[in-house]
């Protein structure tokens, strides 16, 4: 099969994209066996090699090494999270020990450290720029860090670890998608629907007649969910897909609760394993905020201004829905707040607060327009175009494919941009990508970059029509995708977004600003119909509406990341409730009453199947930097052009190829405070 096997070939597409239109889920075991064996051959090529261990001959050559399984990895499982199937999921369990054994062969196998401590040893006197020092550290301490120097008894351990995690990670995601599928709210009549926009009645009526039935169906995929719980009168419905949201993988026939205590369980044993105290000391070693300590400290700090302010954002609005409650003929009159009325009267009581609601907005805001302003807010910003090609082979009809082009012509990058719900796509929003910048032989080799989110499809009689939240969200997967494309390193491992976790959201958190900016907003919201710019009272709104409940928002980001130490940054081993040891740590955030059949950790991805274990309080930490680099450019202008190369040229084209301390304040001048992002919070004067 090999010599038909696509995976194995050279690309002979365009611009060396991936070549979907031939890829078949047949292929996918052949080639990562012989990806693995190839990568095994380059391994041993640089052990057998009988020269003296170079820098060059040892780490730039273990850095270049395993290419092909690179590719083969990336397309595979971008597909898992993007549009997956029974077979894929199959795959996927019979490849990930594989590449665990793998990784554990490499970080594990004492003739090829030798050789690397020899190079890192003799470092003082290399001569190295700033990037191969970070490279040499960091290979250096990929083998140092992951059971180089264990005993051969502490080393199985360790690999019988590894492989056991690949298997419950991915068991946790396929669990987490099931729970998400299996769940679907069938009305066959609107009778049930009061409150709910014609556009998300329409997306429920157009969901249901795609699956041969009468009325209204309605899934747990956020298009489909968030309408319900902003806008249906009908307190019994938002509860009842409330429940089954906060459910999902809880008590089912997709619990996770056993996968979730294993998985920390043995993360904490692996930690120890490798001398550390905790998971969360292993993690945070290679991270700005360095210390399990220091997160807290961190976290509490803002925890201790933002809970006040959520306090009274609760109070004001409990008190206004049981004053509106009481005096309306469409919702059951409440006496406390539960959590399936919180967007509902938070949207009510934005919309009497600061006459703004989503459903006012979101004519300005069609999906391609909004596309189209991302693109126009790269180009003023950094000089990129986006030219839309049919070219390059999709994985799936919705995928949008184009070419990026620098100013001089040449190309930047391939992006992909996949932006609708399927039954093969997990929730959420993420950046990803098919290949990597590097620099081999002379040659820079672009990056292929991807942005997959979730917004609501267009029906028969609208387009995709987003809400501001949408928006928002829109721009902070695009500025990860400008951080992939501007990347400008030699080596792999360092480009892009390979950078320490609670520096990656910069880049994608201060993209959001522009949304609030007049002088970004009148390029590309414009309503759909009329072509007429967003008014001027629209923007001033959306300004003042920024802190709205900022209190609560800030609370609750928060008391994920507490979650995610309370897991990673304490020995696990005790805990056999999963519920209740949650509520530990939520009885401190929560303003609201609990729900005992809803479980937040059975369907944290983020930490238990994606990469953020003891790493969630980076999205918080992220905001310290994004506000504080906005500054500048609130000073010098939204779009000047020397504030915006000056962040590309020492952040987004940097990678990880310094210390990111380093990198910020070479573009700040400083280190970052916490004011400004209190002050854009609201939660100081």
């Not at 502490?154 to 690949?166: G, T, V």
């Not at 979730?260 to 070693?285: C, M, N, S, W």
């Not at 180009?379 to 390059?392: A, H, P, Y």
């Amino acid at each position: 099969m090999s010599d038909k096997n696509p995976l194995l070939q050279t690309f002979d597409t365009y611009l060396d994209t991936a070549p979907f239109d031939v890829i078949k889920e047949t292929h996918y075991e052949e080639a990562f066996d012989k990806a693995i064996q190839k990568a095994r051959e380059e391994i041993e090529a640089i052990i057998n090699n009988s020269d003296v261990p170079t820098f060059e001959n040892t780490i730039e050559a273990l850095d270049a090494s395993g290419d092909t399984l690179s590719r083969v990895s990336s397309i595979f499982f971008n597909l898992n999270s993007a549009e997956t199937n029974d077979e894929i999921q199959r795959i996927a369990r019979e490849v990930s020990p594989k590449l665990s054994q793998f990784g554990n062969d490499i970080t594990l196998n004492e003739d090829l450290f030798k050789r690397v401590k020899a190079v890192y040893d003799s470092r003082n006197t290399l001569d190295l720029n700033a990037e191969q020092s970070t490279l040499l550290d960091k290979r250096y301490k990929s083998f140092s860090r992951n059971g180089a120097n264990l005993n051969e008894d502490k080393k199985s351990r360790l690999r019988e670890i590894d492989s056991e995690l690949s298997q419950l990670t991915l068991k946790f995601g396929e669990n987490l998608l099931a729970a998400t599928n299996a769940f679907e709210l069938h009305l066959k009549d609107d009778s049930r629907l009061a409150g709910l926009p014609e556009s998300a009645k329409e997306a429920a009526a157009e969901l249901a007649k795609s699956k041969d039935k009468d009325g209204y169906l309605f899934t747990l995929d956020y298009p489909s969910y968030i309408p319900v719980m902003t806008y249906a009168d009908d307190r019994e419905l938002r509860k009842e897909i409330s429940m089954a949201f906060g459910s999902k993988a809880f008590n089912d026939e997709f619990d996770n609760q056993e996968n979730v205590l294993k998985i920390a369980t043995l993360r904490y044993e692996r930690a120890q394993l490798l001398g550390y105290e905790t998971h969360a000391h292993f993690v945070l070693e290679e991270r700005m905020a360095m210390t399990p300590e220091k997160v807290m400290e961190f976290s509490n700090d803002i925890l201790e201004k933002a809970k006040p302010a959520a306090e009274r954002d609760f109070a004001a609005l409990q008190n206004f829905a049981i004053t509106t409650s009481s005096k309306s003929d469409l919702s059951e009159t409440i006496t406390s707040l539960e959590k399936w009325d919180a967007a509902y009267y938070a949207e009510k009581l934005k919309k009497q607060l600061f006459e703004l609601d989503d459903e006012l907005l979101k004519p300005y805001f069609k999906l391609e327009n909004v596309i189209d302003g991302a693109f126009e807010v790269a180009n003023r910003l950094f000089g990129l175009s986006f030219e839309k090609t049919d070219k390059i082979d999709k994985y799936h009809e919705d995928v949008m494919t184009y070419e990026v082009k620098n100013e001089d012509g040449s190309l930047n990058s391939i992006f992909y941009a996949d932006f609708f719900p399927r039954k093969g796509k997990r929730n959420g929003a993420w950046m990803t990508s098919f290949k990597s910048q590097y620099v081999e032989n002379g040659k820079n080799h672009r990056p292929h970059i991807s942005n997959v989110c979730n917004f609501t499809k267009p029906t028969k009689t609208k387009p995709s029509l987003l809400t501001f939240n949408e928006v928002t969200t829109l721009f902070h997967e695009f500025g990860h995708a400008l951080h992939g494309m501007l990347a400008n390193t030699h080596y792999r491992s360092l480009s892009g977004t390979s950078v320490y976790w609670d520096f990656v959201e910069l880049p994608s958190q201060i993209l959001e600003n522009w949304c609030y900016e007049k002088e970004a907003l009148e390029i590309f919201a414009r309503h759909y119909e009329t072509n007429e710019v967003i008014p001027l009272e629209y923007i001033e709104k959306i300004k003042k509406a920024a802190n709205f409940q900022e209190g609560l928002q800030t609370l609750r980001q928060l008391s994920f990341g507490m979650l995610d130490m309370s897991w990673h940054g304490i020995n696990p081993t005790d805990i056999t409730n999963v519920k209740a040891h949650e509520r530990t740590i939520f009885e401190k955030t929560d303003l609201y009453p609990d729900v005992p059949t809803s479980c937040m950790s059975t369907s944290f991805g983020h930490i238990f199947q994606g990469g953020y274990s003891a790493g969630y309080y980076s999205y918080k930490w992220a905001e310290v930097l994004d506000a504080d680099a906005f500054e500048v450019f609130k000073e010098k202008g939204i779009f000047d052009r020397t504030t915006a190369t000056s962040f590309k040229d020492h952040i987004l084209s940097k990678g990880g190829t310094e210390s990111p301390m380093l990198l910020y304040k070479r573009f700040r001048g400083s280190e970052p405070k916490i004011d400004a992002l209190l002050k854009r919070a609201g939660l100081v004067a």
